[in-house]
């Protein structure tokens, strides 16, 4: 019960900003989630492909977030309550209503096979000259056996990821905020008065190890209240870090698509 419990918040709050996928959660919707019978059986979705084959010539408007449709990511998660998971993330990209909109879709399992974890998450962004906006997301989650899906509607111009010349200046913040709704089998749906506001603060650039090796990148504060992760961004390659200070962490362990900055 104890990695039930602890990782419905841990999970929630970690995954924001890659694919990002993790909200705060309201008291409500935790104890919702913790207290369906988890008799749901677990479905361990195909393995995520992208729709289209990444173009070399490509450029994305960020190298920070660099949105490459047929780019793929994987990341190994180490929770703080011991348990480890495999993430993947896919980019494509259409127009839609004239505008070119790009879609991240991401997939995190635990290694026991789903009996903890299984989550996937749908995220849609913009670019608005070299910064990215993110318009939308979904996810849909099983947690030791409790389903939810959550929807996330941000404000207009919600921005995600600055421009270079902002990321180059330390101390150089900004926000953005979002509406929640949740829902779970046999419970009410749940959506919080007020709006998460999500705070971010430039630091210092750092060289990062990885499995997949070292990369000098920009460290990348990210605060929901009292919740703060730290989160490196490599450009032309993106996230290749992430440390919760509760404990969770990430490491990139694999990329293709990608290529990073000289």
Not at 95 to 103: A, L, N, P, Q, Y
Not at 174 to 199: G, L, N
Request: hydrophobic letters at 35%; aromatic letters at 8%.
């Amino acid at each position: 019960m104890r990695i039930r419990f602890g990782i419905v918040l841990i999970f929630v709050i970690s995954v924001y900003g890659c694919n990002s996928g993790g909200k705060e959660v309201s008291n409500n919707q935790t104890n919702a989630n913790a207290n369906t019978s988890p008799t749901a059986r677990v479905t361990i979705p195909p393995p995520l492909v992208p729709e289209t084959r990444a173009d070399a010539s490509f450029e994305p408007c960020n190298p920070y977030l660099p949105l490459v449709p047929g780019s793929v990511m994987k990341y190994v998660i180490h929770y703080s309550s011991g348990l480890i998971a495999d993430m993947t993330v896919v980019v494509d990209a259409a127009d839609e209503g004239g505008r070119k909109v790009f879609t991240q879709r991401s997939q995190i399992v635990d290694r026991s096979g789903g009996m903890e974890i299984v989550q996937s998450t749908t995220s849609k962004f913009a670019c608005d000259g070299e910064r990215v906006l993110i318009l939308s997301e979904t996810n849909e989650s099983n947690i030791a056996g409790n389903q939810s899906t959550s929807e996330f509607q941000f404000r207009e111009n919600s921005l995600r990821m600055a421009d270079p010349q902002t990321l180059a200046r330390k101390g150089s913040t900004w926000t953005h905020a979002f509406r929640s709704t949740f829902r779970s089998p046999q419970q009410p749906e749940a959506k919080p008065d007020e709006p998460t506001i999500v705070e971010f603060q430039v630091g210092d650039s750092e060289q990062v190890s990885t499995p997949v090796g070292t990369f000098k990148a920009r460290i990348i504060t990210r605060k929901i209240k009292e919740n703060v992760t730290y989160d490196y961004y490599a450009p032309g390659v993106g996230l290749v870090k992430r440390q919760a200070k509760e404990g969770t962490y990430w490491e990139l362990r694999e990329f293709s698509g990608l290529k990073a900055a000289e």
